[in-house]
């Protein structure tokens, strides 16, 4: 065996090969691990250039691996208005207000994460209120879930966006009694202003900058870029190489590309990105849209507003013949399916996938499944379907506005966790960063208590274990890229992305778990963090 260059040793390393850490010592040379050896004969291994770092008590373990982000969206929003807390629209027009008075020189201000649906105050969501605050600047504002944005009569101008302005596909320019804009954009709308964003490439390679000192802080050592919503652009693939081939790139970042049938597209992405830290992977695209919304397609109507119960984003013989296609040639797909009725459209589309190319070890998947009918719930694993939840989800919205839209009944089947893994389904963990923050140690908490910071259990049955927690945020997402074998363990071989915690968490009481942080992370054998 070569001499390492540095070893990794501790008490508690959870290598994710077992259940519980384990004292020991990870043998590195170059950007490989050696062997993971007892900690009591690392003096058999070392050489005097080999460099030691011992953190005693401390949890070291793989690192983070996030299946669900939006990288350069999310960077965008880091320094933006924060409305996950207001309670009205005035509430929420007076700290764009106040964010305008410290940043007078910005061309646009950017907030997310209202709530309507939470409102003490039932105002409703209007451009009146932010141009009484904003009325020269262009403003856009996120809802919590990225599926509608609010804007003041600047940013509608700038969109050219007008009552005689036609709603798109699967998207609502919202209009008053007398067919003038409200400023409300619900699904593809969206993209009518943020397609006119400004956004050059010296800025998106900041915002990338920003994003890896988060994630290096947080210790995600690689990510899944679902991209920017709604565009789904894949432009930023290039940003990331060069990042890469400039020694820059501390994370790794697999991407997608738009469900749309183009498939020249994917091969010449599947052909170019395949490198060590950045992997073109696949497909994603949306079957539905979200409860808060009512644009998520449910099977049966939603318990507040009978008779409807949303729809898909595209046809469903579309969906399946660009599914069936892409399978065809061996790429992965992975939809967006909040709807019980989304969900069940997607299985059944990968089921004729399957009947019509043949079984293979395709690893497609299915995000957020936040509703699913229990006869389908067996036939992830039937069909080698991957369940990418995100588990801070839970502390989203409140349970009795989800329980105002979907009712007690379907609120039994809401966000299944443990029933799904139970029922032989691959769990694979996420954030679904900037919709929730990027810190995956409180998924790690919802996942193992499932509470909300209102004190409210959703489902206590659907709790996990730490160690199954933990394994679905590393060696599940390695998996779901086909990556296995060389991420997701610390084991002999395997590529050296690892992290230390400033405490073991198998040890401490669960409220601790959230509040735990990261000390030191190591991506490619090289340490990129310490605290």
């Not at 050896?37 to 291994?45: G, L, Q, R, W």
């Not at 969206?190 to 947080?218: C, N, S, W």
């Not at 799904?420 to 193992?448: E, F, M, W």
């Amino acid at each position: 065996m070569q001499t390492p260059d540095i070893i990794v040793t501790g008490n508690n390393v959870f290598t994710g090969t077992t259940t519980l850490p384990i004292a020991a010592a990870i043998l590195i040379h170059n950007n490989t691990i050696l062997d993971v050896v007892e900690k009591d004969s690392i003096s058999e291994f070392t050489s005097k250039e080999t460099k030691i770092y011992d953190f005693g008590d401390k949890l070291i373990m793989p690192g983070f691996h996030d299946f669900h982000i939006h990288l350069l969206l999310g960077s965008m929003l880091e320094n933006s208005v924060q409305l996950q807390n207001v309670h009205s629209a005035k509430e929420a027009a007076k700290l764009v207000q106040e964010y305008q008075a410290k940043h007078t020189d910005s061309p646009l201000i950017i907030g997310s994460g209202w709530d309507d649906n939470s409102w003490t105050n039932k105002e409703p969501v209007h451009r009146k209120y932010l141009d009484e605050v904003v009325s020269d600047v262009p403003v856009i504002l996120y809802q919590a879930e990225f599926h509608s944005a609010w804007v003041n009569t600047a940013m509608l101008e700038l969109a050219g966006i007008t009552r005689d302005t036609e709603n798109p596909e699967f998207g609502e320019v919202v209009k008053d009694e007398n067919g003038e804009p409200t400023g409300l954009l619900l699904e593809h709308a969206v993209g009518l202003v943020t397609k006119v964003m400004p956004m050059d490439l010296e800025h998106k390679e900041q915002l990338l900058e920003q994003f890896l000192k988060e994630a290096a802080r947080y210790g995600v050592t690689s990510v899944h870029d679902l991209l920017r919503l709604p565009e789904m652009s894949t432009e930023e693939a290039e940003i990331y190489a060069d990042f890469e081939n400039k020694n820059k790139l501390t994370a790794r970042v697999h991407f997608v590309a738009p469900l749309n049938g183009d498939l020249n597209e994917a091969r010449r992405l599947r052909d170019h990105y395949h490198s060590n830290m950045v992997q073109f992977t696949g497909f994603k695209q949306f079957i539905d849209g979200v409860l808060t919304s009512y644009t998520a397609y449910l099977q049966e109507p939603y318990s507040n507003k009978p008779g409807l119960i949303g729809s898909t984003v595209y046809p469903e013989e579309l969906i399946r013949k660009w599914t069936v296609e892409a399978d065809k040639e061996n790429f992965r797909v992975r939809f967006h399916c909040i709807g019980d009725k989304a969900v069940k459209l997607a299985l059944d589309t990968f089921e004729e996938a399957q009947q019509q190319n043949g079984k293979r070890d395709s690893r497609h998947a299915i995000e957020h499944i936040e509703m699913i009918r229990e006869e389908d719930i067996p036939r992830f694993h039937e069909l080698g379907v991957l369940a990418s939840i995100q588990p801070e989800h839970i502390n989203g919205s409140s349970y009795e506005v989800f329980t105002e839209l979907i009712g007690e009944e379907r609120m039994q089947l809401y966000m299944l966790q443990k029933t799904l893994k139970d029922a032989g389904a691959t769990l694979v963990y996420g954030s679904d960063y900037p919709v929730v923050g990027l810190n995956p140690l409180t998924a790690i908490y919802r996942a193992v208590t499932r509470l909300d910071d209102d004190g409210v259990v959703w489902s206590k049955d659907e709790k996990i274990t730490l160690s199954e927690a933990l394994k679905a945020y590393t060696y599940a997402p390695a998996y779901g890229a086909f990556r296995e074998n060389e991420l997701g363990t610390l084991e002999a071989g395997k590529l050296a992305d690892l992290i230390v915690l400033d405490r073991d968490l198998f040890s401490v009481s669960i409220e601790k778990i959230k509040t735990a942080s990261v000390l030191f992370t190591m991506v490619d054998g090289k340490v990129i963090f310490e605290r």
